[in-house]
C-alpha cells in the first residue's frame, strides 16, 4: 500500500458509533501518569485479598438448583435424609474375592474405616445377618472364627444366596464387593474433604496392600473432591499456557518487547481484576465459572490486540505514542465497545437458563466483560506512554524485523481478490452451506449424564462404571414417603404403602439395589414376626445411622432408595416415567400419603432437556438481537442482512459437528456456542468498522472491501487465534464437559473467522451491486482496478 493512499485511508471517523464511550481511554492520556500508575496499584492490591475469598463449588446439584417443587422436594430429602446423597461408596474387586485370606483383609478394612474422621456410619458384607429364626437374635453371616475347607465354602454359599447382600453389597458373580460410608458433613467441614477421602485411601490400601483386591472409590463426596481439584489444577494451567501463547503471538506479531508487553499485560491485570472481583462478590469457582479465566484472557487480549496493533500502525508513520493512542481509541475504540457490549449481551442469554449456576455463569461473564474493556481502554494507552519512547526508530525496525506482519497483510490481500472476483458464487455456498448446516443442527437432542461433571480419568467414574456393570447402578433414586401428621411409623397402613412403593421400584427392571425400612420388615417375615411391634424392637437395635437413612419419624417420612446407572437422561427419563406411572396408581388409593420421586439423578432426567431447549432458544433470540443491536449501532439495515448468515454460520457449523460426534447438545456444548457466539462477534465488529471507515461516497464497493480486509484483516486473524487458541485450551482439562467446551469454542472462533473474511465481504458487495442497479447507477470500477488502487 503506497503512503498516499494508507494516508487516505486513515482519516479519523466523522461520528462515535457507541456515544464516545471509547474516550474514556483518553483519561490515560491526559491524566498525571504517577496517579494513574497508584490507581492500577492499588485497585490489584484490592483484588489480590479478593482473590484470597475465593472458594471452589463443588456440589453436583447446582446445576440444577431451580425455584421449582422438584428441586424443593430434592433438598427437603436432603434435609430429612442427610446420608442420602453423600456415601462414599468403596468398591472393592478380585478374583479371589471370597477367599478366606480376601474375607480376613476385607474385615479388618470394614472395622478399621470406623475410626476414620468423618465417618458417621457403614454398611458392608459384615453388617448383614442370618436369616431370622423364631425366638432368636440373628447372628452374623460372618462369625468372629471364620471357619475352613468344606464348612468355609458352606458359610460363602449362604452369603451369596442372603438377601440383603445379593445383588446388592456383593456382586452375582461374587468379584465385587460394596462398602457404603455414611459420612458426617460437620466433621468433614471441620476436618476438610480432601483429609478425610485420603483417610479413607490410606486405611484401604494399609489394609488390602497384601492382597490382590483392587480398590477404587465413588459417591458424591469423592467426585466432589475430584472436580475441586480439577478446578484448581485447570486454573493453573489456563493462566500459564494462555498467557503463554497470547504472549509469544503479540511477539512475532510486534517483533518488539515493549509493544508485546502493551499487548499481554492488561489481560493479565483484567484476569486479577475479574478474579478479585469475584471474591469480594462471593462467587465460587465451579464447573462453569472457572471457565472465565481463559475468558477474561481472550476478551482482554482481543481489545488489547486491536488498540495495540493501530497504535503501531500511526507510530510506524512517525506519529508521537500520544497520538498514536488517541488515534487507536478513537478509531478502534468503538469496536471494542461493540464487541464488548455484544460479547456481554450473549452472556445474557444464559439468564433463559433455569439453572442458578448458568445464570451465575451469565451474570460473572457479563461483569467480567466490561471489566476486561475497561482495563484495556485504561491500561493499553498508559503502557504506550510508559514503554513506547524510542517511537523513531520503530517503523525502521518494524519494516527490517517484521516479515510476519508482511506475510500476513499479503494473505489477507489475496483473499481479498479471491472474494472480490466471484462474490455471487460465495454468496450462494454461504446460504446453502448454512441452511445444510441448521437443518443439522435443529437435529441435535439434548443430553447429559452426571459423568459429564466430573473429571474422567479419575477413580470415581471407573468405580461407577464398575457398579453400573455388576450391581446396576451407583447413582441413587429416591421416593420418599410423607404420612399423615397424626399417624405412626409402625402404624399397618403406614408401613403397607411404603411395602407398595418399595414393590413399585423394585418392579422397575432398572432400578436395582433397593433399600427401604420394608427390606428389614420382609427379612422378619421369614418367622412370621414382622409384626410392627417386632419391627420397632428391631429399628431400636439397629444402629442410628442405618436407620437414619430410611425413616424420619419426627417428620414423617421414609425414603424408598434405588439405584440406577449413569445413563444418558434420554434413557432415563424413561425409566423415572414409568415408575412415575406405578406410583400414580399408589397415589390414588392413599391420597392423604405424599409419595414423590426425587434424587439428583431424577432432577436431571426431568429438568435436563428442558433447561437444554431454554439455553438454546435463549441462543436463539440472542442471534436475533445482536443482528438488530449491529443494524442499530450501525444505522444501516444493510448491516443486518448482510450479517445474518456470517454470524449463522459458525454457530451451525460447531452444531453439525455435534451431530457427526454423536455427542448431541450438552450443557457444556450449548454454553460453549452461547460464549464463542458472542466472542466471534469481535471480528465481525471490527471488521463493520473498518469498512465504514473506508467506504467512500460513488465508489465501488470493492476497492473500501478490499481496502478494509487489508487493514484490519492481519488483527483478526491474530485475535481470533488468540480467542480460538485461549478457549481452546480447555480441552486440555480433565473434565469432559470443558473439553467439549474448549473444541466447540475453537471450532465455532475458527468459523467465525471464514464468516467474516469470507462471506460478510462478498455478501456487502451482492447487495451493494444489486442496490445500485436498481438505483440505475452505471457499473463501478471493476475487481482488478481495485485491487490496484490497494495495492
Not at 461473564?365 to 482495563?375: D, E, N, R, Y
Not at 466471534?680 to 470493492?702: C, G
Request: with cysteine; net charge negative.
Amino acid at each position: 500500500m503506497s503512503r498516499k493512499s494508507s494516508n487516505k485511508s486513515s482519516h479519523m471517523p466523522r461520528r462515535s458509533l457507541t456515544f464516545g464511550i471509547e474516550r474514556l481511554g483518553l483519561l490515560s492520556l491526559s491524566l498525571p501518569r504517577l496517579l494513574l500508575i497508584a490507581v492500577v496499584v492499588l485497585i490489584t492490591i484490592g483484588a489480590f485479598f479478593g482473590m484470597q475469598r475465593l472458594r471452589v463449588d463443588d456440589s453436583l446439584s447446582e446445576l440444577f438448583r431451580t425455584d421449582t417443587p422438584e428441586f424443593a422436594t430434592y433438598e427437603s430429602l436432603s434435609e430429612r435424609f442427610p446420608s442420602s446423597e453423600y456415601d462414599v461408596l468403596i468398591v472393592v474387586t478380585g478374583q479371589d474375592l471370597l477367599a478366606r485370606d480376601s474375607i480376613i483383609a476385607l474385615r479388618n478394612l470394614a472395622v478399621d474405616l470406623h475410626f476414620v474422621d468423618g465417618m458417621a456410619g457403614q454398611v458392608s458384607l459384615f453388617s448383614a445377618r442370618e436369616a431370622p429364626q423364631p425366638g432368636k437374635v440373628p447372628g452374623p453371616v460372618f462369625p468372629d472364627d471364620l471357619p475352613e475347607g468344606a464348612a468355609y465354602d458352606q458359610m460363602i454359599q449362604k452369603v451369596r444366596d442372603n438377601e440383603i447382600i445379593k445383588g446388592k453389597l456383593l456382586s452375582d458373580d461374587g468379584t465385587l464387593a460394596l462398602i457404603l460410608l455414611a459420612l458426617d458433613r460437620d466433621i468433614v467441614a471441620e476436618q476438610g474433604l480432601e483429609t478425610v477421602i485420603k483417610q479413607i485411601k490410606d486405611t484401604a490400601k494399609q489394609d488390602l496392600g497384601d492382597t490382590d483386591l483392587q480398590v477404587s472409590m465413588s459417591g458424591a463426596p469423592v467426585m466432589q473432591l475430584e472436580i475441586r481439584n480439577a478446578v484448581k489444577r485447570d486454573r493453573n494451567l489456563y493462566n500459564a499456557l494462555g498467557f503463554l501463547f497470547g504472549a509469544v503471538i503479540a511477539f512475532a506479531f510486534f517483533r518488539r518487547f515493549s509493544l508485546m508487553i502493551v499487548a499481554a499485560l492488561p489481560p493479565v491485570i483484567a484476569i486479577v481484576w475479574s478474579l478479585g472481583m469475584f471474591g469480594w462478590l462471593g462467587f465460587k469457582l465451579n464447573l462453569f465459572l472457572n471457565v472465565m479465566i481463559p475468558l477474561i484472557m481472550v476478551l482482554g487480549f482481543s481489545d488489547s490486540m486491536q488498540l495495540t496493533v493501530a497504535a503501531r500502525d500511526r507510530m510506524l508513520r512517525g506519529r508521537s505514542p500520544i497520538d498514536a493512542s488517541r488515534y487507536s481509541l478513537l478509531v478502534v475504540g468503538p469496536a471494542c465497545v461493540l464487541s464488548s457490549t455484544t460479547a456481554a449481551v450473549s452472556f445474557l442469554a444464559l439468564f433463559f437458563s433455569d439453572s442458578a449456576l448458568i445464570r451465575t455463569f451469565g451474570i460473572a461473564g457479563a461483569l467480567s466483560t466490561i471489566l476486561a474493556f475497561i482495563v484495556c481502554i485504561m491500561i493499553v494507552p498508559l503502557l504506550v506512554r510508559l514503554l513506547i519512547r524510542d517511537h523513531e526508530n520503530l517503523g525502521v525496525s518494524q519494516d527490517r524485523d517484521n516479515p510476519f506482519m508482511e506475510a500476513l497483510k499479503n494473505r489477507c490481500a489475496w483473499l481479498a481478490d479471491f472474494v472480490v472476483k466471484r462474490p455471487l458464487a460465495i454468496l450462494s455456498l454461504g446460504v446453502i452451506a448454512v441452511l445444510a448446516l441448521g437443518i443439522i443442527y435443529s437435529t441435535l437432542p439434548p443430553r447429559y449424564r452426571l459423568a459429564d461433571q466430573v473429571p474422567d480419568k479419575e477413580q470415581a467414574v471407573e468405580a461407577s462404571a464398575q457398579l453400573d456393570q455388576k450391581l446396576t447402578g451407583a447413582n441413587p433414586l429416591h421416593v420418599m414417603i410423607d404420612w399423615p401428621a397424626g399417624k405412626s411409623l409402625y402404624d399397618p397402613d403406614v408401613l403397607a404403602v411404603i411395602g407398595e412403593v418399595h414393590d413399585a421400584v423394585q418392579s422397575e427392571p432398572d432400578v436395582g439395589n433397593v433399600w427401604s425400612i420394608a427390606t428389614l420388615q420382609r427379612w422378619l417375615a421369614r418367622t412370621d414376626e414382622d409384626t410392627p411391634e417386632k419391627l420397632q424392637e428391631y429399628v431400636s437395635i439397629l444402629p442410628d445411622y442405618l436407620t437414619n437413612r430410611f425413616i424420619n419419624e419426627q417428620a414423617h417420612a421414609a425414603v424408598v432408595t434405588g439405584r440406577v446407572p449413569d445413563i444418558d437422561v434420554s434413557n432415563l427419563l424413561p425409566v423415572v416415567d414409568k415408575l412415575e406411572t406405578r406410583l400414580n396408581q399408589l397415589r390414588e388409593q392413599h391420597p392423604e400419603f405424599q409419595i414423590r420421586v426425587t434424587g439428583l439423578s431424577a432432577i436431571a432426567a426431568r429438568n435436563s432437556a428442558s433447561m437444554i431447549e431454554n439455553l438454546n432458544m435463549g441462543l436463539t433470540v440472542e442471534i436475533a438481537v445482536i443482528a438488530l443491536f449491529l443494524g442499530l449501532i450501525f444505522r444501516s439495515w444493510l448491516v443486518v442482512v448482510v450479517s445474518v448468515v456470517p454470524i449463522l454460520f459458525p454457530v451451525f457449523s460447531a452444531g453439525a459437528l455435534l451431530a457427526l460426534s454423536g455427542e448431541g447438545l450438552q450443557f457444556a456444548s450449548i454454553v460453549a456456542l452461547i460464549v464463542a457466539f458472542g466472542l466471534s462477534l469481535n471480528a465481525t465488529v471490527h471488521y463493520l468498522n473498518r469498512l465504514r471507515l473506508e467506504d467512500r461516497e460513488h465508489q465501488d464497493p470493492t476497492v473500501a472491501v478490499r481496502r478494509a480486509a487489508v487493514l484490519i484483516g492481519p488483527a483478526l486473524v491474530l485475535t481470533s487465534t488468540i480467542l480460538a487458541f485461549g478457549l481452546g485450551i480447555t480441552v486440555l482439562s480433565s473434565l469432559p464437559s470443558l473439553r467439549l467446551f474448549g473444541k466447540l469454542a475453537a471450532l465455532t472462533l475458527i468459523a467465525a473467522l471464514i464468516g467474516d473474511l469470507v462471506l460478510l465481504p462478498a455478501f456487502v458487495l451482492v447487495i451493494r451491486r444489486v442496490m445500485a442497479r436498481l438505483r440505475g447507477e452505471p457499473p463501478a470500477t471493476n475487481a482488478e482496478q481495485a485491487s490496484a488502487e490497494t495495492s
